[in-house]
């Protein structure tokens, strides 16, 4: 191409234009042109040029830009890129004149879906070699929760950026970031995000990061996320869906490893926890908020057995602290707060093997069965039911120990209400353990009367049946096995 002209090229299913004008001057040529590239198969020019294999598909490739420079700098101006469904526009420059090229770029975009652009085997190198992040289409767990595939980020020391990112949407996976503003800069061994602000599952997310551009990465990140909708989170992962809930997370944490089983195993640091108003109405989710759902609806349960729940029975808030040392997460501050009454509880989080092990105990308050308590023996009684969640972090076993309620064998007025609840054949039992029922009549309840002068002697009466005392904590044990 001279001073000024067209050149159009044509190759491996790509075309090529380029209009404007070149200067060859002493101290090195420039160029001012128009640049359009176009393809019909992304994926499939970026496996031809440089060997990496996306995931795809990903559609097709338009670009168009204004670029001026020359040896040592190339900037992209009025830049428009549409590959597949996301499109970008902004400025890009790239610095040539160093040890590794420098890219500048300010982009706003369009919706961005990330997971056809990742790599589909392990070998993908991402355009720089040694570069090896978490593929898709290994990202399954097999015989393990946490994938062992290396990520070797050492491949993006062959350049440095500073890269600002807008965009109404930027999903990957499960996760969908609206309004994302991001700004990263790679350089000098590390990745940074120094700023990630969006809007995650209903929450405000705000969050920064960093990590060494090593075969054995480093990372550390601060991450804030308030007011996030727990019921849109369980359902995009597939779960049962949680009716309703708020949730805010505090951490910061750090690791290093190789794969996501190592880091896993590695991470470390503190934060803290709010559920607020956690409705458990589906029960169990399948996720790592299984243990709090199941004991929302097991207190929820014992809370509706005597009258208690409603509209808010199945409400919960829990707060809490929480230290991470090499993966295991531990907490001993962990405050509940429900209907049926408030508690505290503490344990542990083992990320690496999966499990919970939480201990606690709920303080009974003033709900229909404590204030029949109180009212029938003028005094207040103190009713606490110890509860344990542990085994598998996703579908974990929910224990209440009802046989630690005090109160047993005092009489409750009005508890017809309660003996019409419980199934055939348990009312007649809890009504002589309760008192303030109706007595029905028995056998035993009239004497015969004396036999007249002369008269043969009646046969016996015979002896009624004597029954085994029972007591309310068994009654409540009978009642929680249906």
Same mark, same amino acid.
């Given at each position: 191409m001279g001073p000024d002209g067209t050149l159009d090229i044509k190759a491996a299913g790509c075309s090529a234009a380029l209009s404007g004008k070149t200067n060859n001057l002493p101290g090195g040529a420039t160029a001012d042109v128009s640049?359009?590239?176009?393809?019909?198969? @992304?994926?499939?020019?970026?496996?031809? +040029? %440089?060997?990496?294999? #996306?995931?795809?598909?990903?559609?097709? @490739?338009?670009?168009?830009a204004r670029l001026r420079g020359g040896a040592k700098e190339v900037a992209l101006t009025g830049l428009t890129l549409k590959a597949g469904k996301t499109a970008l526009r902004g400025d890009v420059v790239v610095g040539l004149g160093g040890a590794r090229p420098n890219i500048k770029a300010n982009l706003t975009s369009g919706a961005i879906v990330l997971d056809p652009f990742l790599p589909a085997k392990k070998t993908a190198s991402?355009?720089?070699?040694?570069?090896?992040?978490?593929?898709v289409a290994t990202r399954r767990r097999v015989a393990s929760r946490w994938s062992t595939d290396a990520?070797? &980020?050492? /491949?993006? =020391?062959?350049?440095?950026? %500073?890269?600002? &990112?807008?965009?109404?949407?930027?999903?990957?996976?499960?996760? =969908?970031?609206?309004?994302?503003?991001? #700004?990263?800069?790679?350089?000098? /061994?590390? +990745?940074?995000?120094?700023?990630?602000?969006?809007?995650?599952?209903?929450? #405000?997310?705000?969050a920064t990061a960093s990590a060494t551009t090593t075969a054995r990465p480093r990372i550390e990140t601060v991450i804030a996320l308030e007011n996030m909708n727990v019921g849109q989170a369980t359902r995009?992962?597939?779960?049962?869906a949680v009716t309703d809930g708020r949730m805010g997370f505090q951490a910061n944490l750090a690791t290093a490893g190789g794969s996501v089983a190592g880091m896993i195993a590695g991470l470390n640091g503190n934060g803290s926890l709010r559920l607020k108003g956690i409705d458990a109405g589906q029960g169990k989710t399948g996720t790592m908020l299984a243990g709090a759902m199941g004991l929302v609806t097991a207190l929820n349960q014992?809370?509706?057995?005597f009258g208690g729940g409603?509209?808010? /029975?199945?409400?919960?808030?829990?707060?809490? %602290? +929480?230290?991470?040392? =090499?993966?295991l997460a531990? %907490?001993?501050?962990?405050?509940?707060?429900?209907?049926?009454?408030?508690?505290?509880?503490?344990?542990?989080?083992? &990320?690496?093997?999966?499990r919970i092990d939480v201990k606690g105990k709920v303080n009974l308050g003033q709900n229909i &069965?404590?204030?029949?308590?109180?009212? /029938?023996?003028?005094?207040?009684?103190?009713q606490t039911v110890p509860f344990a969640v542990y085994g598998p972090l996703d579908s974990p076993n929910i224990k209440l120990d009802t046989s630690k309620i005090t109160g047993g064998g005092l009489p409750i007025p009005g508890a017809d209400r309660l003996i019409k609840k419980l199934p055939k054949g348990v009312g007649g039992i809890l009504q002589g353990i309760l008192g303030g029922g109706t007595q029905q009549q028995g056998t035993t309840g009239t004497q015969p009367p004396p036999p007249q002068s002369g008269s043969e002697p009646p046969p016996p009466q015979p002896q009624p049946q004597q029954q085994r005392k029972i007591t309310p904590e068994d009654l409540l044990k009978q009642i929680f096995r249906r």
């Open positions: 640049v359009q590239l176009r393809h019909p198969d @992304l994926a499939r020019l970026l496996r031809n +040029f %440089s060997g990496y294999r #996306a995931t795809g598909p990903i559609g097709g @490739l338009d670009m168009q991402l355009l720089w070699p040694g570069l090896k992040i978490l593929p990520i070797d &980020l050492s /491949g993006l =020391n062959n350049i440095d950026a %500073s890269i600002v &990112l807008k965009t109404p949407s930027l999903q990957y996976d499960a996760y =969908n970031l609206q309004n994302a503003d991001l #700004a990263v800069v790679l350089g000098n /061994g590390k +990745f940074r995000a120094d700023k990630l602000t969006g809007v995650l599952f209903g929450g #405000a997310l705000r995009a992962f597939g779960a049962s014992f809370s509706g057995l409603g509209k808010s /029975g199945g409400l919960m808030d829990v707060s809490g %602290s +929480f230290a991470i040392q =090499n993966g531990s %907490s001993r501050d962990m405050q509940i707060a429900s209907s049926l009454g408030k508690g505290a509880a503490a344990g542990t989080i083992d &990320l690496p093997r999966w &069965l404590t204030a029949l308590l109180s009212k /029938g023996t003028r005094r207040d009684v103190t």
